[in-house]
């Protein structure tokens, strides 16, 4: 008899302790939620805001760009992160983009590959199949193969539409992160893939493009043209919260410019 | 007296509901499950139409226009879990007998054990050791210029369905009344002619029930397959890269919007009826074994 008093009381104070959670006052908290590509520079910029207004709480959800925009316009987030232009679709919806930072994306290949620089053209001749061999690159005698992501990733549509190679993609692997893509590169010598620069390390080796080594120097003024912008997705016509807005004002401030800039991609403001 | 005893038939009232809420609560579950996929599921099949989703041998879901035919999915399911099959059920099938009927209790009890650890490795580590020494190793083997295949995830799918087959394999011949293989040896039959001529058929609805569950697990795993079968949707072929029913619900989910994510609940739709088809014949096979 005891024993089932214990356990319902157990019950009791777990689904109260549920609902007070649920119910949560969301005051002193900024929620983003999008893009994993923007995980280092947002998780930075949180980082320092929580730190600078002791009592805060900031969130970041890694979903992707597409379900960062769809939490935004639901309401379940207070910013959105899109590592994407807005499309006209969701514009309509009543969502407004602002620059946050630029991200340059590296064409990586393997180390032990001697090609080391190619040109946007050749880029997009290889992603859809017009040159499948690394010697009509001045490589050696080897078979192109194509790494890429998967579709919907704000990575692809950024690589696709600077190369101009839409739904034109011959890919040999279609992988679910930037990480895999660096992985599977550095594991295959005749390999080649897009990640984000930030994210590039010294297991791979991200190639020049018409002579332009990508840098954040490069990226910002504009001559590495294998670039992206990285934003902020806020609703129109809903106010956010007190503490959501000084976020955004900090973030897209020059105070911040010093923070996106040591994650590795290249402040817009 | 009469106190207590109507005290104790309320506990008892009490806890009986408890059990039937927490039993329902499972079945709640699926049931919501059910509803939720099916009601998600049809508006895109719908939209595409039945023929043009199912036997569509295009799926471009972001391209202008898209098209979102899944033909090439179901057939890597199909193919891959195939193969897996052709691959694990001799090994785990022979593996039972032996462990059953042949090893000393003290090799069985190691061997269990591996084969207990293996069922609870999680299958992203699968994946991981697949995408790290599988993939550059089938590469290299065979002279393909990437080793991401649909070979690489029937490969990967044998090692992982072999404990359900083993296990399931090994309780059912160990349920093989004695006096049937007593008899046959006393008859004058060899040991070996004893385990594969009476007890193997004395326990095939066993056995069958062991492969179907090893089909089940293999046409419901996601993250293994996804990290070695490079998830380009292209008809299977051998060392082709390819994409499963369950890699194309997974690797599109977190970027997808509109009509694309409406058509990956109908991929999970004919996922899940593929599966509700699986256990209707394993429940088909277990109830077969009990009349014998």
């Known amino acids: 008899m005891k024993k089932i008093m214990y356990v319902m009381l157990i019950m009791v104070l777990v689904t109260g302790g549920l609902f007070a959670q649920g119910t949560k006052e969301s005051g002193g908290m900024v929620s983003t939620d999008g893009s994993t590509s923007m995980e280092k520079v947002i998780g930075a910029l949180g980082e320092q805001f929580m730190a600078d207004n002791p009592g805060v709480t900031f969130t970041y959800n890694p979903t992707g760009s597409g379900s960062g925009i769809t939490a935004v316009s639901e309401g379940r987030c207070d910013i959105g992160l899109s590592s994407r232009a807005l499309k006209d679709a969701e514009k309509a919806q009543g969502l407004k983009e602002t620059v946050l930072a630029y991200d340059g994306i590296a064409i990586i290949v393997n180390n032990d590959n001697p090609v080391s620089n190619l040109s946007l053209d050749q880029i997009a001749k290889m992603y859809t199949g017009q040159i499948t061999n690394w010697k009509e690159v001045g490589g050696k005698d080897a078979p192109i193969v194509l790494i890429g992501r998967e579709a919907g990733s704000g990575t692809r549509d950024g690589f696709e539409s600077i190369t101009n190679t839409k739904d034109k993609n011959k890919y040999r692997q279609e992988l679910t992160s930037t990480g895999d893509v660096i992985a599977t590169v550095g594991r295959n010598t005749d390999a080649i893939g897009y990640a984000s620069l930030a994210s590039v390390k010294a297991t791979v080796k991200a190639v020049t493009v018409g002579g332009v080594v990508p840098s954040e120097k490069t990226v910002k003024d504009g001559s590495y043209v294998v670039q992206r912008p990285f934003m902020l997705v806020t609703k129109t016509g809903t106010p956010l919260s007190a503490t959501a807005q000084k976020f955004f004002d900090y973030i897209t401030s020059a105070k911040a410019s010093s923070i996106i800039s040591a994650s590795g991609v290249v402040s817009a403001n | 007296m009469k106190q207590s005893k109507s005290l104790k038939r309320t506990v008892e009232r009490v806890i009986q509901t408890i059990f039937l809420l927490l039993g329902l609560a499972t ?130 799918l044998s090692v992982m369905i072999l404990p359900s087959i083993v296990k399931v394999s090994i309780t059912a011949l160990d349920a093989v009344p004695e006096e049937y293989e007593q008899a046959s040896l006393a008859l004058g039959a060899t040991k070996m002619e004893t385990w594969f001529r009476v007890s193997v058929p004395a326990a095939k609805s066993g056995i069958a029930a062991a492969i179907v569950l090893g089909v089940g697990r293999a046409i419901g795993e996601a993250m293994a397959v996804m990290m070695v079968s490079g998830n380009v949707p292209n008809m299977p072929e051998l060392f082709q890269s390819v994409r499963f029913l369950t890699t194309a619900v997974a690797s599109e989910m977190s970027y997808s919007s509109g009509l694309q994510r409406q058509a990956l609940f109908s991929i999970a739709l004919v996922l899940y009826l593929f599966i509700l088809l699986i256990n209707a014949v394993f429940n088909m096979l277990l109830k077969g074994g009990k009349k014998q």
């Open chain 2, 27 to 156: 079945v709640g579950s699926v049931l919501l499950i059910t509803v939720y996929i099916i009601i998600s599921g049809i508006p895109a099949i719908r939209e595409i139409g039945l023929v043009d989703f199912l036997f569509g041998k295009k799926w471009a879901s972001t391209a202008t226009p898209p098209s979102y035919g899944i033909l090439p999915f179901i057939l890597t399911s199909v193919y891959g879990t195939g193969g897996a099959i052709l691959l694990g059920v001799p090994v785990g099938f022979l593996t039972a007998v032996y462990l059953s009927k042949v090893a000393p209790k003290r090799v069985k009890e190691i061997v269990s054990e591996a084969v207990s650890l293996l069922a609870g490795i999680p299958s992203v580590v699968y994946g991981l050791v697949g995408m790290l020494v599988l993939v550059p190793a089938i590469r290299s083997v065979f002279g393909v210029p990437d080793g991401a295949s649909l070979l690489a995830a029937i490969i990967v």
